[in-house]
């Protein structure tokens, strides 16, 4: 098993383009889970999803913000404008069960590390 | 969900067991304890888990109190590959539920 993949590792970019960051989440896994971590504000859930579908993005931070999963097998998270504001580390993981009811919870993908400049 | 309150940071020398605490004063009958941890550039891991008793595995030691209000991540052999922020959660396990972790303790294994 791969673990949940993540891509891509590091984004610079400048303010005012789109970002695009991609996830795709172990197999069989039914719930996937994006993250956004700074040093001011740690670890922020900003939405999951259940069977694809989106079930809670109250932690997107504004409207310039998407997420989609067109299929089980991939999500993006997708910032346009992006703002300096923006530059953190986004995590995606993943749930063998909605609610991380599963033994081990969540599984982490490796991050991407995004600078806005 | 409950509320954990964690030390901010500690050490521990590398051999010895590093004992991490969290409390959890709040917590209700039907919320579990749950560890992670998060080593540098990386995303968080999973450790343990518990609900009322003690539990173990290959990783760590889980000690829960009697009246659930706080418990004990222990790693019984730390090596300097433990330093890492550890984080505490408790959560009811249902849909709709999910992780939100907070700032956690910073361990680092000393030489």
């Known amino acids: 098993d791969a673990g949940v993949i993540q891509s891509p590792r590091h984004e610079v970019t400048e303010m005012g383009q789109e970002v695009t960051l991609r996830c795709k989440p172990i197999s069989g896994h039914n719930s996937l889970f994006w993250y956004r971590q700074t040093m001011m504000r740690g670890l922020e859930l900003l939405i999951y999803f259940n069977n694809n579908v989106p079930i809670d993005d109250s932690g997107m931070p504004e409207d310039r913000f998407s997420a989609k999963m067109p299929n089980a097998s991939f999500s993006t998270l997708k910032i346009q404008p992006s703002e300096p504001r923006d530059s953190a580390v986004y995590f995606c993981?993943?749930?063998?069960?909605?609610?991380?009811?599963?033994?081990?919870?969540?599984?982490f993908g490796s991050g991407t590390r995004l600078t806005v400049v | 969900d409950a509320k954990t309150t964690q030390p901010p940071s500690m050490d521990c020398a590398e051999g010895r067991a590093a004992n991490l605490p969290c409390n959890h004063s709040t917590i209700s009958g039907n919320e579990y304890v749950y560890w992670y941890r998060q080593i540098h550039s990386q995303g968080p891991q999973y450790i343990i888990h518990g609900l009322k008793n003690n539990e173990t595995n290959e990783m760590a030691s889980l000690i829960i109190t009697e009246d659930r209000k706080s418990s004990t991540l222990i790693l019984p052999h730390a090596t300097l590959r433990d330093t890492a922020v550890y984080y505490c959660i408790v959560r009811v396990v249902r849909t709709g539920n999910q992780f939100y972790f907070g700032t956690g303790t910073s361990l680092t294994v000393i030489p």
């Open positions: 993981a993943s749930s063998p069960q909605a609610g991380g009811q599963g033994a081990s919870g969540y599984t």
